[in-house]
């Protein structure tokens, strides 16, 4: 798969299928990425036989997270609306999703982790949302974290351990052993053997009111990334001094 950005399989039974980010060792998310994820994602929904969606990545960590040079400001629209796109596929998809992490978990790769349902991580596993330490704001995760944990994580763009994303109810499980063994055997265990036509309809009923709510909130985020932030000085200054590799100077405009 790898060489692909996306690789996308089906179990023998067509009961699970798996979409894989195969860009490593970063597995950025950028416009290429989202357009080959958009379609992979699609494709998934549309499976009547499938029962659980897993979304994962190859080599040693998860995501660094979306593309740097793509937030200035001539990329910056194209790539709020890919991988936002990306975002509402994932929140309103039919049936049970499931985001596997490793490694780092950082910015657009944690917001594609927050659109899944249920989020199982390696005990070593790190998640943040570092946008603010670039001047700029992450529009998915602003719409799909809440209260302290969005306060926290958002504003200070600080790195959690898998433990401490648990608690604050970012991560689900905590895997200590083989990853791919405890995957297997909870997708096994609690959805292999269940109805798909039964799991689409408790996914409707688990999700009714809080895809339409997300998704306002990402629209009204989107707009201001788009409005207000990304004409003003400090909303590009970091972005292209991170680029320039020196410090940013910040005009408070």
Not at 84 to 105: D, K, M
Not at 158 to 181: H, K, P, Y
Request: aromatic content about 4%.
């Amino acid at each position: 798969m790898s060489g692909d950005l996306v690789g996308h399989d089906v179990s023998d039974d067509g009961s699970v299928h798996t979409i894989t980010l195969t860009s490593p060792p970063g597995n950025v998310i950028d416009i290429a990425m989202c357009e080959r994820l958009a379609p992979a994602i699609a494709s998934a929904a549309e499976s009547t036989d499938a029962k659980v969606l897993v979304l994962r990545a190859e080599g040693k960590h998860f995501s660094f997270g979306a593309s740097v040079e793509e937030h200035l400001p001539d990329k910056a629209p194209a790539m709020l609306a890919a991988l936002g796109g990306v975002i509402r596929q994932l929140i309103g998809f039919p049936y049970p999703t499931i985001a596997v992490v490793q490694g780092s978990c950082l910015g657009g790769g944690l917001e594609l982790v927050l659109a899944c349902g249920i989020v199982i991580a390696h005990e070593e596993a790190t998640l943040a949302s570092p946008e603010i330490q670039l001047g700029v704001i992450a529009p998915a995760a602003t719409a799909l974290m809440v209260g302290r944990a969005a306060e926290d994580l958002l504003l200070t763009g600080r790195s959690v351990g898998a433990s401490e994303a648990q608690l604050m109810g970012i991560v689900n499980i905590v895997v200590g052993d083989d990853l791919d063994e405890a995957i297997d055997t909870f997708v096994g265990r609690h959805f292999v053997k269940r109805s798909p036509f039964s799991l689409r309809m408790a996914t409707k009923a688990v999700r009714a009111g809080r895809v339409a709510e997300v998704e306002a909130r990402l629209d009204a985020a989107e707009r201001l990334y788009l409005e207000q932030l990304l004409p003003s000085h400090d909303g590009v200054e970091g972005i292209r001094a991170f680029i320039d590799k020196r410090p940013a100077e910040w005009t408070n405009s």
